[in-house]
């Protein structure tokens, strides 16, 4: 092949533009709060730094670069530039992950493969009962019975703890009212979404063991903010001071949800059996919210009676 021909592809492969949306009622009037924003913002450039530093070794330096921020609740538009240190190491590296190829591996599908965040996303810190080598890019996983395929990249990226950690701060914002979520595009589609009941699934756990400070369970009653019907997910429960992610525990309940026999809307309360955990894991301090069971599900008003209870009365 030509060298000139082989320089050219190799430069325009070095560039990748791509999109991230933070959408919600807080963010209709297209602002952010910055405090907000610039620790995502770091996060994703070290997202970048990290996941270069795993697949390419020191062979390119990445630079991320807000290029422009347009219509939309809040979305921002991203240059990712890979600068090549010398084109001997890129042909001494026949592995070399040019900048399309790492954001697809770290937010969309990659050779029929899932990339990173859809990984985290389904596999939820749960334990890995069976990798399988399918070819030279793909591999199957197995947890808990369910099978997906992932690109052989996914699984370095998956297992480093600065990858993992900033993945889960990029997602902060969500954790915030008004801020229910987080959109990839790349070409104007789609390639990864993130729904705020989901951002439970991202939070890095890397084996340390849980240290649990103090645990009580008590009957208590929340309203409820959002639902999550995909099993692992939080519901989005307010107790009348404030918004938890708490966990169901409660399969009776849960097989009810499934099968429509309960049905719910805006208003409705719950009376639960809660435990509260609080514990701490990284060194870090943290409270888990779990209900029990459901005792009761007490259904919201839906209109004022116009009369009294008195049949007699005459109008």
């Not at 070794?57 to 240190?85: C, P, R, Y």
């Not at 770290?106 to 050779?111: A, L, N, P, R, Y």
Request: glycine letters at 6%; one cysteine or more.
């Amino acid at each position: 092949m030509n060298i000139n021909i082989l320089y050219n592809i190799l430069r325009m492969s070095q560039k990748a533009e791509f999109k991230i949306t933070y959408d919600g009622e807080a963010l209709q009037n297209h602002t952010m709060d910055v405090k907000d924003l610039a620790p995502a913002l770091l996060s994703l450039g070290q997202l970048f730094d990290e996941s270069n530093r795993v697949l390419n070794d020191d062979t390119v330096k990445v630079n991320l670069k807000v290029k422009a921020v347009g219509e939309g609740s809040f979305e921002t538009i991203l240059d990712f530039h890979q600068e090549i240190k010398g084109i001997v190491d890129i042909f001494g590296k026949d592995d070399f992950v040019n900048s399309k190829m790492m954001v697809d591996c770290i937010f969309g599908v990659v050779g029929g493969g899932w990339g990173l965040w859809k990984f985290i996303s389904w596999i939820r810190n749960r334990k890995v009962a069976k990798i399988e080598k399918i070819d030279d890019e793909l591999l199957k996983i197995e947890v808990d019975g369910e099978t997906h395929i992932i690109h052989k990249n996914v699984l370095p990226l998956y297992k480093d703890i600065a990858v993992r950690k900033a993945s889960e701060d990029i997602l902060k914002p969500l954790e915030k009212e008004g801020i229910d979520l987080f959109l990839v595009k790349e070409d104007n589609q789609e390639i990864q979404r993130v729904g705020k009941e989901e951002i439970g699934n991202f939070e890095f756990v890397d084996g340390e063991e849980e240290v649990i400070i103090l645990q009580t369970e008590l009957e208590t009653v929340y309203s409820i903010k959002t639902l999550s019907f995909k099993e692992g997910n939080k519901w989005r429960l307010f107790d009348g001071n404030t918004t938890l992610w708490v966990d169901i525990l409660d399969k009776e309940f849960l097989e009810k949800v499934d099968s429509n026999v309960e049905s719910f809307s805006k208003g409705d309360f719950l009376i639960c059996e809660v435990r509260i955990t609080q514990y701490t894991i990284n060194h870090e301090m943290k409270t888990r919210h779990e209900i029990i069971k459901v005792k009761e599900h007490k259904k919201a008003s839906q209109q004022i009676s116009l009369f009294n209870n008195n049949k007699n009365e005459k109008t």
